[in-house]
């Protein structure tokens, strides 16, 4: 029995080969009984990390630096985009950078790997073995069903009798052509989806092994495929050929005997979909937390997964915190407005898949990125005013904006209310490339209302493209080809919360006004009906579910849902951020 590999056996020392193992090198990884550590940490290295049995790989490895080769790399230069040491960073070299900790780094990827494993677990793998399965059961059909249109040709055959034995071969000829090349097409889109899901098995095991490694080198570089998996292949159907039998005639047998239709093939748009796992609404929401921002008001609200939420509001500030509330770093935008105006902010944030910061600028016409503390113009408008944000499954960035009218002829800017254009614009995110303009229906009509009020989006997980219109009062759906799905205009149970309402109002404002739009992972499409302090939640096809009304919540504005289904609210006229649960 190997001693070392055997399943059975208790774990051993590998310098002795026979005592247990009581202690681990975690820089080695050796396990050692006692009498062993000497010989161990006996030769030149100095560097052995001896630890229990019980806590090996406990000991993060950092990498050895560059420039120092005996020294460890703990921090990372946000400028270079490096790892350094302490002597690094004390160098001329580094004067004036900022650096970032390594083990929190390390920390917060190692939760996103761990996130990636549990994708491709529950979600990513199954799916792709559903698929395959699928396309078995179609290629085990083809026999039967090819026999049955054979049948139909014979049948066909012996009414006619002799005088069309010489057609019935022909045909049946073509026919197990077509029966070749049907099954070698179905054999090759198994074999495609057969590789997919080999590349998704081989992505799990990196996983799985970058999930039990401490080589913070390794954990940092890791690059995450799940994106890739996420957008899955159309679907390819082959329409299977038909059989059109003709009346007789003996003397134009050839061409009345029947057509014989080829298959054909075509790609189906999400033919495929995720099997996600299914999550009911509750009945009664919860609140689960809070944050208080102090801004007098507050915009927007994003997330990294559940790692942490950005918000920005009416100042030029734009702040992170961890999913406990606690505040962990504050940017400020680099506007032109800042030097002119004290009051200037963002429009709108939002986050790449990678945990970048990204902003639009009204006041300057630009959209700009954060990346590892740097930042960077991504999009210049002159025409137009950028508004809101959203960077889709496939990494594209969606836009909404408003055009620029020039000063009118009195010398008066353009007032709120004036009519203007209004569009939705997709940009590939790499180059900042235009690769799709939606503004119109295809009666021509302006899917948006023309004026300069936010328009916020969101892309749901069937790529549909959901805006919540305030000024219209309607949430707008559209496909991901931009054509329009539906309008959801309020729903008559959705009555203002009655505990906001002051004493000395007697109204009952009723009136449908969407501000923040969000999906969640059963494609539920939610919004905040501000001015009512309400949030509804649509299914996908934009029919009602349900309110949640019960959470105490005040002006609810923007909207944001992480990886584990749980609510982000801002509350725009008190500068809060409510955490809800509302699935189970």
Known sequence: MDLHLSAQDVPRCDLCESALASTHCDLCYVNLCRPCIGEHIGDEYTKHKIVPFNQRKSTLIYPMCATHGSQRCEFQCNECNIFVCSHCVSSEIHNGHTFSNLSEIYKFKKEIVEKDKSELESIIFPTYETIITEIESGVAKIDGEYENLSEA???????????????????????KEMKTKHVDILHDHLEEMRKIRSDVQQSLETLREVTESNDVALVVGFKSRNKEFFRLPQKFEVIGPKFDPKAIDIQQLNEVFGTLLPFSTRSVEHGYTLKMPVRHLLDDPELIGAVDTGNSEIYSVTGYKDVNIWVSGRCSTMKCYDNQGSLIKSIEIKSDAIKIESDAWPSDITMTSDGHLIYSDWSTGTINMIENGLEKEIVYLEEWEPQNLCVTSSGDLLVTMNSIDELEEDGNEASEEEIVQCRIVRYLLTDAREKQIIQFDDKGNPLLS?????????????????????????????????????????????????QYQPKEDSRKINTFNPIGITTDS???????????????????????????????????????????????????????????????
């Open 153 to 175: 040709v014979i049948k066909q055959g012996e009414e006619l009798q002799k005088e069309i034995e010489n057609a019935v071969e022909k045909m049946n000829g073509e026919i």
């Open 450 to 498: 023309g004026n300069r009020s936010s328009k916020y989006l969101c892309e749901n997980n069937n790529y549909d493209i959901c805006v919540a219109d305030s000024e219209a009062g309607e949430v707008v759906v559209v496909n991901e080809e931009g054509n329009l799905r539906f309008r959801y205009s309020g729903h008559p149970s959705a009555v203002r919360n009655q």
């Open 522 to 584: 059963q494609s539920q499409i939610l919004t905040a009906d501000c001015p009512n302090h309400l949030i509804h939640i649509l299914d996908k096809d934009g029919h009602f579910l349900r309110l949640i009304d019960n959470c105490d919540l005040y002006t609810p504005h923007d909207l944001f849902v992480d990886k584990n289904d749980i609510l982000y609210v801002t509350e725009h006229c008190i500068g809060k951020v409510k955490k809800v649960k509302y699935l189970e």
